[in-house]
């Protein structure tokens, strides 16, 4: 094998075990929003319609950021950057339930 069909497969496999990790945060982010509004076919049509948006600007992003930076070391470096970046959105998400839940947790009615 040349060295540029090992680089080829390398990627490949990171897609393929990245797929999984965003499946993973799927079953994840159900689990955590089930005790508020329950598990239903809303839930999950909201939660895959996230993920189905966030993937192709979360790739168009990456292929930005990626162009602009070049060397594979200045770009590992920004990827281990983003959970840190990620972490930061912790108090958003707190925010957020807190204008969109009662004091018991539950769904406000509307």
Request: charged share 15%; with cysteine; aromatic share 8%.
């Amino acid at each position: 094998m040349s060295q540029s069909s090992i680089r080829i497969a390398g990627y490949a496999a990171l897609v393929f075990v990245t797929s999984d990790l965003v499946l993973v945060v799927e079953m994840v982010a159900a689990r955590l929003i089930a005790p508020f509004v329950g598990i239903s076919l809303y839930s999950w049509t909201a939660i895959i319609g996230v993920i189905l948006a966030g993937l192709p600007l979360g790739n168009w992003l990456g292929g930005v950021w990626g162009q602009a930076t070049k060397g594979l070391l200045a770009q590992g470096i920004q990827m281990s950057e983003v959970p840190l970046i990620t972490d930061e959105l912790a108090p958003v998400e707190r925010l957020m339930a807190g204008l969109f839940l009662s004091e018991s947790g539950r769904c406000m009615e509307r």
